[in-house]
């Protein structure tokens, strides 16, 4: 057995050291058995290993990765995950390949199975919140940053902020997003050139003209963008259209040389440019050099003698020149082209867009009806219940009158009484749902907050023979308490109807603590959601159980945690495997009594 | 209506409110009522007592109404079992049907369609359990221990191991 063990390491002599260790009683456990058992011969040869282990598929599958053979990664990837089904890094190399070929439920998944396995990792939370991006779940995305800004190590901060300003960028918070992509910036270094780098700056910059701020912007355009053709070793990436902004920038800024320049590179390798030749007409202009722009414009007119912004230059040029003849030809060649064909379709392509926006509202409209009619059996439902006792109490009145009782008649009467106040009650709580009055934030210990929510719930759970597991640490956070008691009390409910008819039903609640935020996490195993239902989770009165509740919890919940200054959210829910919800919260300060 | 109405009841309501007003109304009509808020004091209360009629809420805290229906039905099939919903659900209604539920009646209820139903279930129960109900005297057409045995006397005796039904 020590033999055999020692054939083995020397057959693995030359390849990756093998770090994980395999399950016992896996296949692979016999497979590699068989290989160690050649050993004398495959040591001669290193190059041939008769059996791959799955961290030599893994190497393998990141290097095709890096020469952006995707196809072949992702073999290699997926046999790591045949022999071990939660290999982190096998699922990362999935994540990250599906990214690359822009396949991003596939990659969040994968990436998602990876933290699974190492809720650490940071190169998976990263891949995960770049998927998340792609797909337009900016919320969860920002969680999977802030997580990633909890590691602490230079590396996550900066792709924390890297994330965050994207977030930021894509919801038009430009100043924040500045502030973001800045620090990730200057954690990056020059470290390297890579494509996240290159997006940041574009990021940057993009923000920069957003605020307004032409010089930032070009500071950061010029950065990334090489200048082609000088030095072939050490050419940088260099972009036309980056180019092309760079060039309307300088000329923002009066910086006519500079523009020329920009637009001359351009031209120097894509000579036809049309936008370029507009900008370097328009630079000539500025500078009132009226034969260059004119033959800068006249080429643009030989390729397309349509085009509004040459002719416009066109007639710049010539009133420079003193022509005015030639310059009201080009004038009127503009008007007759804003009446021509060309224009119309333009204005037909216009008005197309229009009717699609009122397509897209009457869409919005006849979701809110169904909306509305989700609404209205919640409510009948909620009233149902008072009602009973209404119609039940005025019936036995009667009935008793009829026989000439009237012992219980008072009785009857403040039956109904307190059932007309109950329905009232309702349909004011859904008046506040929407329009809640800010309740008084203070700091709160979540283990307290979760002990009396649980209070609710300890028997129900234990009669279903549901597992509650507790990690709740010693969090403060900024909140109204019973506001937060509410949303445990609505996360923990659908997790117990969740796990329903579940043989092993399990909810965990736990806390993490963060620098400025506090997360609150309940999770169980049942029956998950489609991801049509988690789309629709958080809309008022959507409810996927019939007979129970009215489909507020969430939505409640959800509203509740913004006003307090967090968020809820779904942060992961599989069918059949269970939902994870999260709960982020201001952070306090531990109260000093 | 002919006959009278006075099995013994059991109503199953987890709003305290609804359940008062149920058990007062039957027993205005001379039932004799037994009542639990709850699913697993309602199978107790059965188990005891072996209702004739039960009136029972689907909605109750611990214990699904459908399944409070399935143990009544398993314990005594011949017991009825009057729903009380408070939505109109299919797929509880069919499942209730499945199980033998003898009558659904949506909330807010009407108190004599109710008793109606009480009334009826009843019939149904007395049917299966092979007597009559009278005007009168249900006890006189008890049979008597006689009786009883005549009837067993007359069924193969394969068919009278008890333990045979559900195995």
Redesign the interface.
Known sequence: MSEQRKSGRTASRGRSRVTYSLPNGTPTGKVSDSATSHGPETSSSPRTPCVPTPSDLVKRGEEARKRHQIDEALTAFRAALLVVPDFCDAHCGMGYSYLEVNMYGEALQHLEAALDVRPSSGRALYGAATALLELGRLEEAGSYALRLHELGDLRSVTSSHFIRGTIAYNEGRFGEAVEHLERSFDGRGQRDQQRTWRRNCYLLAQSYVELNRPERALHYLRLMNGVPGRDRRREKPWSRKVEDQIGRLHLELAQVSEAIASFNRILSRFPDDERALNGLGQAHLARHDGEKATEAFRKVLARNPNDIWALDGMAEACKLRGDLARAAGYIEQIRRLYTGPELQIQRRLEALGRERQRRDAELLRVRNIAALNVMATGIAHELRQPLSVIRLAAQNARKDVGSGDMSQLDGDLADIDRNVERIDDIINTLRRISAAEEGETKPTRLSEAVAEALTLFHAQLKNRGVELTLGVGNEWAMVDPPALVQIIVNLVSNARDAVEGQARGRIEIWSVDGPSNVWLYVRDNGKGMTREERSQALDPFFTTKTGIGTGLGLYIAYNLARKMGGRLSIKETNLMKGTTMQVELPRAEEKSE | MSKTLAPTVLVVED?E??RR??V??LR?EGCAVDEAGDG?PACERFEAVLHPVVLLD??L???DGLEVLRRIKSLRPESQVVIL???G?K??AVKGLNLHAFRFLE??????AILQAVRDAYDVYLELVGLEATDEDTQGSTPTLEEVRSAMAAVPKDKLDPKGEDE
Not at chain 2, 107 to 112: A, G, S, V, Y
């Open positions: 709003e409110d609804v007003h149920l007062r109304a205005r697993p689907l909605r805290p611990s214990l919903t408070g939505h659900g797929q509880d909330k807010p209820p009407d108190l004599d």
